[in-house]
């Protein structure tokens, strides 16, 4: 059972940036697809992005141009970088192996006026 682990959640204002990251417990070149999910209260689950093992990146129309995933293969660990953030971006957010449909236990992220 692979094991991810998020980190870099917080409380930021409007139009600031965080990185979250995953840490996963196998290699993540050997994983399909990755991606990151976002659940904001009191609404459903809501995919944001995803990364193939070759690299191929698709990104959600709501946060296309602000968001970036990538990867460190040697850390085996996720990243996302979000730029620009706002309130609607609050939400708990989740890296996900697609192919296990595994979960990491979530970061929040909190986007204040």
């Known amino acids: 059972q692979v094991q991810l682990v998020e980190s870099g959640g917080g409380l930021v204002q409007a139009g600031g940036s965080l990185r979250l990251s995953c840490v996963v417990s196998r290699s993540i070149l050997s994983i399909d697809t990755m991606a990151w999910y976002r659940q904001a209260?009191?609404?459903?689950?809501?995919?944001?992005?995803?990364?193939?093992?070759?690299?191929?990146?698709h990104y959600a129309n709501s946060v296309k141009g602000r968001v970036t995933i990538s990867r460190d293969a040697a850390k085996n660990t996720l990243y996302l970088q979000m730029n620009n953030l706002k309130t609607e971006d609050t939400a708990m957010y989740y890296c996900v192996d697609t192919s296990s449909w595994s979960w990491g236990q979530g970061t929040q992220v909190t986007v204040s006026s």
Do not use: F, L, N, Y
């Not at 209260?41 to 990146?57: C, D, H, L, N």
């Open 41 to 57: 209260p009191g609404k459903q689950r809501e995919w944001v992005v995803a990364i193939s093992s070759g690299g191929s990146t």
